[in-house]
C-alpha cells in the first residue's frame, strides 16, 4: 500500500521538528516554541470554533485561568509547575462551563460579541488584583521552572520539547476524537444544529462540552506558558490574543490540524522573520484575512472528510 | 416492533395523538385546535394549502415548538415540554421540507448522526480509544452503511452531501432519519422538487419502509403519491382540520373540494 501525500507531509514534518533545535539559535527555538503555544491554544479553540462552529472571541480568558491557576498554585503553594496542569485544564474548563451555559444557545455573531465580554472581564479582573492573588497589572512573577523526570527545564531548546511534545499528544488526541462520536457530533452542531437535534443529538450539551474541552487545554497551554515564562501579567491575555487565535483556525481552516499548525506557523512566524516591518504587521494581517475571505474562505488547509478504510475496502467490493 | 402493517385495531390506542392542539405565533393562528391519531403501521398524509399549518404541526410533534394548548402524546407518553432529541429517543424520526443535510459531511457521516443516540462513550473513551469504544463506532457504521443501502446510495456513501443530486439528497434524509431507528417516521413533503420518475421511486420507497413496520406520517403535495400510498387523509386549511379518513372519502368532501383539491385536480 502506498502512504498517503498528507501521511509523507506528517512525517517529514515531525522528523524535521525533532532535529530542528540543533540547527537553530536559540532565539529561533525560542519562536518555535511560541509557534508551539499558539498552535496548542489554536489546535484547543478549533474544537470550540472549528469542529463546532461556536464564534467564541475571548478564548485568551481560559488560558489566562489556566496561566494564573498555575501561577498562583506554583508561587504561593509551591506545588511544582507541570503538576499543576490538571488542575489548571480543571478550572479553566470549569470556568468555560459557568460563563457558557447562559449563553451559549447564542447564535453567531452574539455569542461572539459576550465571549469578547468574558474575555475583557476576565483580563479587567486580573488587573484589579481580585481576591488579592493575581498581583494586579504587574502580573505573577517567580514561578518555578518545570522538571521532568528531574531534569530541570531551563534552555530553549528544553522548552522546545516539552511544548511541542504536548502538541505532539494533543494533535494525537484530538485526531481521535475527531475520529470518534464525539468529534462528529460537533461537526453536526456546525452544520445544522436543528437537523442536529433532529436526528437525537443533545445540542446544548455539545456545545457545552466543546466550551468546556476546548477551554480545559487553553487552560493546560497557560499552564506550559507560564512555565516558560516565569512572570505572566494581565498583557499577555488581551483582546488581540483571542483576535490571533481566531485568525489562526479561520486561516488555516476550520476543523483542520493541520491547517492551524500551518496559520500558527504564518501568523506567529512570519512576523518574526519581517522584524523590520512591524509596524506594517496589523495592515497585513488584515489585508490577508480579507484575501483568504474572498478567495479561500475554507482556509488554507481544509478538513477533509473522515475516512474509514475497512469500509472503503467494504465498499469496493459491492461497486 | 410489529411485523406486517395490519390494519388498524380498534382497540389498541394510536401511536401518535394530537388532542386539540393550538399554536400562535403573536396575533396568527398557525395550528387552531387540531386533533388526529396515526395508527401504528399506516401511513397518513397531512395535506392543505400552502400556510395552512402542515409544517407546524410537525414542528409542534418533534418539539421544534410547544404547543400553546392541547396535547400531543406518542405510544402512550405526553411529548409537551420534551426537548427534541429526548422525542427523536423515543422513536419519532422526521425529514425537513427545505433539506437540511450536513453538507460539509460524506453521506455516512450523516447517516451516523442517525446512530448517534443510540451509541455509547464520550471524550475520554474516544481519546483512549478502547475497543468497547472501537466495537461501538464499528457497529454503527455498519447499521449506517445497511440504511444507505436500503434507500439505494451505496455508491454515495463517501459523497459529501452538497454534492449529491436533489433526489439523492432527500434520500440522505430518509436514510439518516431511519438510521434512529424510529417507529413513526415523518417527511416533510418528500417528493418536493422530485421529477416523475425520482417521485415514483420515492412511492416504492415509502412501501418498503412501511413493510418494514414503520409507521409513516407524511406532508405532500403530489396528489398521485398522496392517494397512492397514504391509508389516512387529514386535511388542514387556515390552522383548522376541515377533513380526516380515506383518500376516497377526503376526495369527495365538498369542503376539500373547495379549500383545496379542486384547484388541483384539474391541473
Known amino acids: ?53 461556536l464564534f467564541n472571541m475571548g478564548h485568551a480568558a481560559f488560558y489566562a485561568m489556566g496561566a494564573y491557576t498555575a501561577a498562583i498554585l506554583n508561587t504561593r503553594y509551591q506545588i511544582p509547575i507541570l503538576w499543576t496542569l490538571p488542575l489548571s485544564g480543571a478550572v479553566a474548563g470549569a470556568f468555560a462551563l459557568a460563563v457558557a451555559r447562559p449563553v451559549v444557545h447564542l447564535r453567531g455573531d452574539y455569542l461572539l460579541i459576550v465571549t469578547i465580554g468574558v474575555g475583557e472581564i476576565v483580563r479587567i479582573a486580573l488587573v484589579n488584583d481580585v481576591f ?22 531551563r534552555r530553549p531548546e528544553q522548552f522546545f520539547y516539552l511544548i511541542w511534545g504536548f502538541v505532539a499528544l494533543s494533535i494525537f488526541l484530538f485526531l481521535r476524537l475527531k475520529k470518534s462520536r464525539f468529534g462528529r457530533a460537533l461537526n453536526y452542531l456546525r452544520e445544522d444544529e436543528v437537523a ?49 487565535l481566531f485568525m489562526i483556525v479561520i486561516l488555516g481552516g476550520a476543523g483542520s490540524i493541520a491547517g492551524v499548525l500551518l496559520a500558527a506557523f504564518l501568523v506567529v512566524g512570519l512576523p518574526e522573520v519581517f522584524r523590520e516591518f512591524a509596524g506594517a504587521r496589523m495592515l497585513v494581517f488584515g489585508l490577508v484575512m480579507m484575501v483568504m475571505m474572498i478567495f479561500r474562505p475554507q482556509g488554507l488547509l481544509p478538513a477533509r472528510g473522515r475516512r474509514f478504510p475497512w469500509v472503503a475496502s467494504a465498499g469496493a467490493l459491492k461497486q | 416492533m410489529s411485523s406486517a402493517p395490519a390494519p388498524a385495531d380498534p382497540v389498541k390506542p394510536a401511536l401518535l395523538t394530537l388532542a386539540e392542539v393550538i399554536k400562535t ?10 386533533s388526529f391519531a396515526v395508527d401504528e403501521g399506516t401511513v397518513v398524509g397531512l395535506i392543505g394549502p400552502n400556510g395552512a399549518g402542515k409544517t407546524t404541526v410537525f ?51 450523516n447517516v451516523l448522526a442517525g446512530c448517534h443516540y443510540r451509541m455509547r462513550g464520550g471524550i475520554l473513551s474516544a481519546m483512549l480509544n478502547l475497543p468497547a469504544q472501537r466495537r461501538v463506532e464499528g457497529q454503527a457504521i455498519e447499521q449506517a452503511l445497511q440504511a444507505l443501502e436500503f434507500v439505494g446510495l451505496t455508491q454515495q ?38 421529477n416523475e420518475q425520482e417521485t415514483e ?9 412501511r413493510a418494514r413496520g414503520i409507521t409513516i406520517l407524511l406532508i ?20 383548522g382540520k376541515i377533513a380526516e379518513g380515506s383518500p376516497e372519502r377526503v376526495r369527495a368532501d365538498p369542503r376539500v373540494i373547495e379549500a383545496y383539491l379542486g384547484t388541483e385536480e384539474d391541473a
Open chain 1, 1 to 53: 500500500m502506498k502512504p498517503r501525500p498528507e501521511v509523507l507531509g506528517a512525517g517529514a514534518f515531525v522528523a524535521l521538528m525533532a532535529v530542528a533545535p540543533l540547527f537553530l539559535n536559540a532565539y529561533q527555538v525560542d519562536v518555535l516554541n511560541s509557534i508551539g503555544l499558539y498552535a496548542l491554544l489554536g489546535l484547543s479553540l478549533n474544537l470550540i470554533l472549528g469542529e463546532a462552529g
Open chain 1, 132 to 153: 488579592g492573588i493575581t498581583g494586579g497589572a504587574n502580573g505573577i512573577f517567580g514561578i518555578g521552572r518545570p522538571r521532568v523526570f528531574g531534569y530541570v527545564i
Open chain 1, 196 to 244: 442536529a437535534e433532529g436526528s437525537g443529538i443533545d445540542t446544548a450539551y455539545y456545545k457545552l462540552a466543546a466550551f468546556g474541552l476546548g477551554a480545559a487545554w487553553a487552560g493546560m497551554a497557560g499552564t506550559l506558558f507560564a512555565a516558560k515564562m516565569t512572570i505572566i501579567s494581565p498583557e499577555s491575555f488581551s483582546f488581540w490574543e483571542s483576535v490571533v
Open chain 2, 25 to 34: 405565533f403573536g396575533g396568527l393562528t398557525a395550528v387552531n385546535r387540531v
Open chain 2, 59 to 109: 414542528n409542534l410533534i418533534t418539539g421544534n415548538y410547544q404547543p400553546d394548548r392541547g396535547d400531543i402524546s406518542f405510544a402512550g407518553r405526553r411529548l409537551n415540554g420534551l426537548r427534541t432529541h429526548r422525542i427523536i429517543m423515543l422513536g419519532i424520526a422526521r425529514t425537513f421540507q427545505n433539506i437540511r443535510l450536513f453538507q460539509q459531511l460524506t453521506a455516512l457521516e
Open chain 2, 157 to 194: 456513501v463517501f459523497t459529501a452531501a452538497k454534492n449529491l443530486s436533489y433526489g439523492n439528497q432527500r434520500r440522505l434524509e430518509i436514510a439518516r432519519a431511519l438510521a434512529t431507528q424510529p417507529r413513526l417516521l415523518i417527511l416533510d413533503e418528500p417528493a418536493g422538487g422530485m
Open chain 2, 201 to 209: 421511486a420515492l412511492i416504492g420507497l415509502i412501501e418498503q419502509i
Open chain 2, 220 to 239: 405532500e403535495h403530489d396528489m398521485r403519491l398522496v392517494m397512492r400510498a397514504c391509508d389516512k387523509l387529514v386535511v388542514l386549511e387556515y390552522g
